[in-house]
């Protein structure tokens, strides 16, 4: 059953400019990109490290985090229907080029690294700030799309504070979206359901997964040839220069909006405790009451 | 005067979530010395409004012109102005979609620091500490935020709601006006109410495998998941035995769920079927075999044969659910 | 009355009632013209193929032309064609030996058709083998029109093949019965159904109108005879001249070894395709695959996919294949892979490599390794395979193993165990290659448990490489993924040379596979023993014995890639064979083993309700009655259990590993 309730229609104005607009605009679009430890890594491996308060990397790969290759993919079906550009984006150490790479060889246009030769997880506003400022330099961008949030701390506010920092609006949870007469029309998943989002460029959206946005994979072709594209290498003194924004000394210190105090693995021994009693009627009543002390618990 | 406030949008009602958000607001509260002040935005929630009033030291009914409840920029600008009229130390918001996408702007207008997905808030040297689970819940992290205010979306539904306090808290109501054009305009939006969510986000999961024997039992186990508020699901033996549509299968090669419980029936729990459920919270089993996989990611179990179980189970939670 | 006529002057005028004899040799050679052109186009169009070795190792060859040509070992396999093919194959010899005598007496001058050998060879044999044709094309014609098996297709030029052959059979013996006749031959018994015809035609006919119809009759058989030869490379009567080749220049290696290697560099660079897009990607050898099939079905008959109800069918992918090819533009502009994809998209994944197209393959077509090479073009050129494979593939990229989601780690099956890592053993004498499915899914740890226990309890020392195995490559070479398998096969070997490791011992048969066939394409040789076949040796070095064996039946499914792929069906019997009382075998075994639907990266992709291979095999262990389904592969234990639970229904059936089985008997003893 589905109930739906239409809050308003806005008409469209002057369909003559729009249509002139619509054929002169190129949309212009970043992806930002984060490189995270594998979430699949298992528990058993998992390990931190409480003096760096982070995952220790053992043997796990890094990754380019999935909600990130679901902006990149909804970036791309983007361009192939509507046409456009798109920048690939990180802030990360070295290592990050590996995820640059991947969104060149799935086919981005361009790939910035802003190289990170501080803390190892700068909070969320140093980020924004960092990622904000590469924005303007690179300029005339009309639409930066992040991902919801990471797969391993989860924060979920890059894309807010983007916006923030550029001064522009945002709209989380993006699933679609399309390019109309007058600016974009974004489809975006809600608690109950979905919303239509009409909005106007620049933008910043955060982008969620849904079954049209699975990353695609990549030709075989187009990962070797991803080896020799060119990578724009920014470090933070490059943004820093042309930037009021940036303090250098303070992102490199992991930033001044939050920090780390405890990271820690909660100890779960998964004991199976058999319910008991002297009859099944008493053993029952015991599992029912388990049950439902779990069930309100939530 | 400086306060915690705590924001409520008036579509959801007083829920399990609006209850959470104002139980952590009022012990936050308490252990800064503070008021507490809950916001609800948008029109309509009288009830809510009502409710509020019982456990907050005030109540605000937000609402802006022109907006029925909620369009992001008008909304956040009204809640920044007020925040900022208000003094407000700490905002406490739930992790619906609205206030998540609001939060960290919010906290960047005030000049403040964000959090989200807490489960718990402590003090520490006057600053608000927020735990919350990092690494797809292989891990907890305590952050603290360094700036103020401090704005924290919250696992809601992790905090025990406030009681009643003695004398209810006044109502006011505050029309914003409008800020310029807004560059966002939400102008459709559907609500999916259906009693089939997605599996993934189902909070409790009755599921069934092989051992059942066959299609039959799965109305039992409906009727339960029912009782539960809950969803059913399946192994893969049993879908591909044809007892349940394939979409409810639940492993590797199918869904993967997160549920606060997972009651597994006459499942063994071949590693494929642990993978799409190595998120739940608590895991529990109904197995006539003690030396059963499944017992050895069980929180709690009953080695019996589930057709004995289930109607006494049954029986018994439904007496359970009308106290 | 033989005794009477059985002299020395026994014999025949050749070409006794025809004039102007010359024009037969005119429509020899125009015959000869008309096939030669056709067979040079074919010549030619395999000439355009890639390279292939395969004219190395001549006598090798020989032997397989020998026996399976000549000899026709596989062809007689299918007790229909042993009678069908055998008659029309044999027939056609005798007869044409027939023939090259005429030429040999009558032009040559050779005095040959004389006395006994006339009488016996001349007349008898080849009028029984006439007989035998005939009798060989009812048989074909009563099996495509009456039996209609499905895995024949009915089209018309089989029978219209069918049919010239028989008119020419038929043509013949009235022939020879008018000739009889007609001339009184003395020696005319010795040819029986000849006589039959010649004693019939003179009750309603006079030596006249005989001689009058032999002549019409034999330019007729004439005729019938040139077009023959001239229709051969047109049809797949082709197949009389590419089976032969076909065989000689078959793959000589197991059949495990038989998917190539790509420069992928190079393609990158030229921007060639990565895989065969259209026809010239594939080899000549490929295009010879094409002319040799004959459309028996065989392949299609095996196939597990086939069997369970999926659309795949190996005989089908070669004749479209072949059409697309023989098409003026070769499948232009879309590729003759998008082509055969578009017109079946499921079926190229649907193929679980187990081989048994190429094993059933009379004429020694590969199959299998073509899918693996479209499926190439899709993975590498336009990332269009299955989402569950994707996943199987994505998870390899980043984390070396193809199971998403496990939450097990390399290490845990040996938790409790003495088990040393290379690096902690120097002098380990074997390593122990877990493998994936060995380390990660659940049940197999306990294989690889046993196995363990069964090496230390012999007093091997053995050291096993942990965290840093990778997975073989295996899944991503077969799913189509060349360039992912190159990388793992690349890091592996370097980690293996690293650790100078010169034996290895696995469980798995897809890793042992590729260990042995596929590594040395990149440095890598190493002595490669299946678990089945070490252990085995070890229990007939008495370093390990049995002592209690299972008082159960058990009977043994053959991995494909231990069995047909590399020939290993008897170490894993004996296994059996000592740790258990009784032991029952299933009709498909062996060589014909009936894949678990694992293979080719199977295992990662969700059958449909009703088209899973597992439950077929399933189905037939539990037919045999055996309470223990006694297994060689981490895939096979999987498919088959999820098979037989799904099964089994109130019957106790356990799926076990064949070192299960031992390490009980053994360990019972410990």
Sequence with gaps: MIAADIISKRTVTSTASATAQKQKIKVNIVVCLKQILDPEIPSRDFRVDSEKMEAQRGGASLVTNIFCENALETALQFREKFGGRITALIFAPAGGEDSLRKALAMKADAAVHVINDGAAHPDPLAVARVLAAAVRRLGNIDLVMVGRESGDWGVGQTGGLMAEELGIPSVSFVDRLEKQERGLLLHRQTDQGWENVEAQTPLVVTITNDDQNLPRIPKTRDIMLSSRQPIIRWSLEDLAADDAGIDVAEIRAGGGYYRVVDLAIPTKEIVCEMVAGETLEERVDQLADRIMSVVRSL | MSRVIGIIFSSAGYDRAAQGVTGAGRRLADALGLPLQMVVVGGGGGDLAGSLAAVADAVTVLTVTGVADYQPEQTLAALTDLCRGEGAQAVLLGNDTWSQELAPRLAHRLGGSAAGDGVELVIADGRLRVSRSVYGGKAMATIELLRDPAVVWIRARAFDPATAREVPAPIESLEAAPTGEPATFIIERKSEVTGEARLEDAQVIVSGGRGLGGPEPFTDLQDLAGLLGGQTAASRAACDSGWCPPSWQVGQTGRKVAPGLYLAVAIRGASQHLAGISEAKTIAAINNDPDALIFKHCRFGIVEDYRKVLPLLRERLAAMRKE | MLDNTLDSEATRPVLWNISQSWLLYVMFAASLAIAGYGLYRRVMAWRRGQPAARFDQPWPRLKMLLTHAIGQRRTVRERYAAFFHTFLYTGFIVLFIATMVVMADHRFGLPIMRGAFYLWFQSLIVDIFGALVVAGTAIAFVRRLVHRPRKLVLNDESLRILGLILLMALTGFLLEGWRIAATADPWGVWSPFGYLV?????????????????????????????????????????????????????????????????????????????????????????????????????????????????????????????????????????????????????????????????????????????????????????????????????????????????????????????????????????????????????????????????????????????????????????????????????????????????????????????????????????????????????????????????????????????????????????????????????????????????????????????????????????????????????????????????????????????????????????
């Design chain 3, 198 to 670: 010649a004693r019939i035609s003179s009750l309603a006919l006079t030596a006249k109108s005989m001689e009058l119809a032999h002549v019409i009759t034999w330019w007729f058989h004439s005729v019938l005879v040139f077009g023959f030869i001239a229709w051969v490379p047109y049809t797949k009567l082709l197949h009389i001249l590419t089976a032969p080749l076909n065989i000689y220049t078959a793959r000589l290696a197991p059949s495990g070894a038989s998917l190539k290697p790509l420069d992928l560099d190079r393609l990158a660079e030229t921007g060639e395709p990565m895989g065969v897009r259209t026809a010239a990607q594939l080899t000549w050898k490929d295009l010879l695959d094409l002319d040799a099939c004959t459309e028996c079905g065989r392949c299609t008959d095996v196939c597990p996919a086939n069997t369970v109800g999926k659309s795949l069918s190996p005989r089908d992918l070669i004749l479209d294949l072949r059409d697309l090819v023989r098409a003026p533009q070769a499948g232009e502009p879309a590729g003759i892979t998008s082509t055969v994809t578009a017109a079946a998209p499921d079926s190229l994944w649907q193929c679980t490599t187990c081989g048994a197209c190429m094993e059933a393959c009379p004429v020694f077509i590969e199959q299998m390794p073509k899918i693996v090479d479209l499926r190439r073009y899709l993975v590498m050129e336009e990332s269009d395979f299955p989402e569950t494979m994707q996943q199987a593939v994505t998870s390899l990229e980043t984390r070396g193993h193809p199971f998403r989601g496990t939450q097990s780690t390399r290490l845990d099956w040996a938790e409790g165990l003495p088990v040393k890592t290379i690096g902690e053993a120097l002098d380990a004498e074997v390593l122990l290659w877990v493998g994936c499915g060995g380390a990660l899914i659940e049940r197999n740890q306990k294989v690889v448990r046993a196995t363990a226990q069964l090496l230390a309890a012999a007093g091997v020392n053995f050291a096993i490489l942990g965290r840093e195995e990778k997975c073989t490559g295996d899944p991503a070479r077969r799913i189509g993924n060349e360039f992912l398998f190159e990388m793992l096969a690349r890091e592996n070997v370097e980690t293996l040379n690293r650790h100078a490791v010169k034996t290895i011992v696995t469980s798995c048969p897809h890793c042992f596979n590729t260990l042995r066939h596929e590594y040395p394409q990149f440095g890598g040789s190493f002595e490669v023993y299946h678990h089945s076949e070490y252990l085995a040796k070890l229990v007939s070095e008495g370093r390990l014995a049995s002592a209690t064996p299972l008082d159960q039946t058990v009977t043994f499914h053959d991995p494909c890639y231990l069995g047909r792929h590399n020939g290993v069906f008897d170490a894993p019997r004996q296994l059996v064979q000592i740790s258990s009382r009784r032991m029952v075998e299933m009709e498909r075994r062996r060589e014909n083993g009936f894949c678990c639907g694992g293979g080719g990266g199977m295992s990662f992709v969700d059958e449909p309700a009703g088209q899973r291979v597992n439950q077929e095999r399933a189905r037939e262990a539990l037919k045999t009655g055996a309470e223990v389904v006694a297994v060689g592969c981490p895939f096979c234990m999987t498919m088959l259990e999820d098979g037989i639970n799904a099964r089994r229904g109130e019957r106790d059936v356990r799926v076990m590993d064949v070192a299960e089985l031992l390490w009980e008997s053994v360990g019972k003893k410990a």
